[in-house]
C-alpha cells in the first residue's frame, strides 16, 4: 500500500492551492484520509480530515479556508486551500486510516510530504 502525493508548491499569499493523495495497492477499505502538516521546528498538526461517510473536522487554522473531500472510488483525498498565508508554509502529509487485504486490522499510512510554500 503507497501514498502519494501531489499538488504542493509556491503560491503568493492569497493564493489557492489544491492537493490530492491517492492511496494505491490492494486496500480493503479506508476509514480516515486526511491531511497533516509539519512546519520547520514545529510538531505535525492535523489540518483537514474526512470520513469515509463524509464527516470532516478542521484544524481552527483552516477553519473557512479549507475544504477537504474525498473520492472513495479512486481512494483520493483531496484538499482545496484558499486565502494562503505564509503560515501555512510547512510540508503536507497525506494519512490514511486503511485495511488492506493481507490483514485483518486497520493502520496508518502516510504519504511522502509535499511543500507548500506560502510567500508573503
Known amino acids: 500500500v503507497q501514498l502519494q502525493a501531489s499538488g504542493g508548491g509556491l503560491v503568493q499569499a492569497g493564493g489557492s492551492l489544491r492537493l490530492s493523495c491517492t492511496a494505491s495497492g490492494r486496500i480493503f477499505s479506508i476509514s480516515f484520509m486526511g491531511w497533516y502538516r509539519q512546519a520547520p521546528g514545529k510538531q505535525r498538526e492535523l489540518v483537514a480530515g474526512?470520513?469515509?461517510?463524509?464527516?470532516?473536522n478542521y484544524a481552527d487554522s483552516v477553519k473557512g479556508r479549507g475544504d477537504i473531500s474525498r473520492d472513495n472510488a479512486k481512494n483520493t483525498v483531496y484538499l482545496q486551500m484558499n486565502s494562503l498565508k505564509p503560515e501555512d508554509t510547512a510540508v503536507y502529509y497525506c494519512?490514511?486510516?486503511?485495511?488492506?487485504?493481507?490483514?485483518?486490522?486497520?493502520?496508518?499510512?502516510w504519504g511522502q510530504g509535499t511543500q507548500v510554500t506560502v510567500s508573503s
Open positions: 474526512i470520513t469515509s461517510g463524509g464527516s470532516t
Open positions: 494519512n490514511a486510516n486503511l485495511i488492506p487485504y493481507s490483514a485483518t486490522y486497520s493502520n496508518n499510512y
